[in-house]
């Protein structure tokens, strides 16, 4: 395995991930919010689940986005 192109290819995966993870959770916060189903929520709670089914990986992050 090269280390060095591992490592590139991981950078390169993660930032398509958080640009678009980010893009997608905006315009579904914002569709929510004008469908009304966000009145009286300071918080929303997340979660994020990674799957690498040939390295055997599900790693799951959980947390909250902050609306006030």
Same mark, same amino acid.
């Given at each position: 395995m090269n280390e060095e %192109?591992?490592?590139m290819s991981l950078? $390169?995966?993660?930032?398509v991930v958080g640009v678009t993870s980010q893009q997608?959770?905006?315009? &579904?916060?914002?569709? &929510?919010? %004008? %469908?009304?189903k966000? $009145?009286?929520k300071p918080t929303l709670k997340a979660q994020m689940v990674l799957t690498?089914?040939?390295a055997g990986l599900?790693?799951?992050?959980d947390g909250t986005i902050e609306l006030e």
């Open positions: %192109a591992l490592n950078r $390169k995966f993660l930032k997608e959770i905006e315009k &579904a916060i914002r569709a &929510a919010e %004008a %469908a009304g966000l $009145k009286g690498i089914a040939e599900t790693h799951k992050i």
